[in-house]
């Protein structure tokens, strides 16, 4: 058994187009998006056509949500809604909160909260690892050994005392950003590549590989550029904000 799993592609179709070449070229069939797929000043139409495929099983991030939401003065989420179709606004409300397997579980931010980071804890001194208990407390009601999230960008796997495992497989299409809530904070991969992950079955063990794979990023920093998002502009060229 072998998987994929993508996350946060924020419109950037070649970020997406690189990591979906080099999935096929491993034999991977199966892959799982965790979300916040088309949201950003670049490409999501385009995204969007990609993500259609039919083994590619994708989930609702707050991102996504965000779309369908009708009064914002946020100038990105206008920029991307003023592109929707009734098929695009159609398939992002259709998308589940979550999925799951016997194996695995995908989920966006935590089982029950698309905003708060699973892994993460912010506060003045920046972004921690929370600590086990934490962790635990947030996915008590998963069975699931393996469990998938996003949200932060930020490639991790944790191990936790109850033999679970976490996944976060990081950013296809934007390695940093900053944000206001719930303080200002920023999140940086610190390198410019597009990241996903692999999960394999040998035996009775998982092999868990994380990987950040080279694109050309020239037409989405001119799309920032363009849009007036410098913040993804330096984001998508160095991996820091």
Known sequence: MKIAIIADVHG???ALQAVLTDIQNRGITTIYNLGDSLYGPLFPLETYNLLRKPNIQSI?????RILLEQDTSNSTVQYVQNLLTEELRTWIT???TYLQTDNFYFCHGTPTNDEIYLLEEISSNGSVLKKPEKIMDLVSDI???LIFCAHTHIPRVVYLPNNKIIINPGSVGLPAYEDELPIYHKMESGSPFANYAIV???NEDWLIE???IPYNA???ISASQKNGRLDWARALKTGRI
């Open 12 to 14: 950037n179709k070649d």
């Open 60 to 64: 609702k991030g707050n991102c996504d």
């Open 143 to 145: 069975p699931q050994k």
């Open 210 to 212: 994380q990987l950040h």
């Open 200 to 202: 394999t079955k040998q």
């Open 218 to 220: 020239n037409e989405a």
């Open 94 to 96: 259709n998308l589940p």
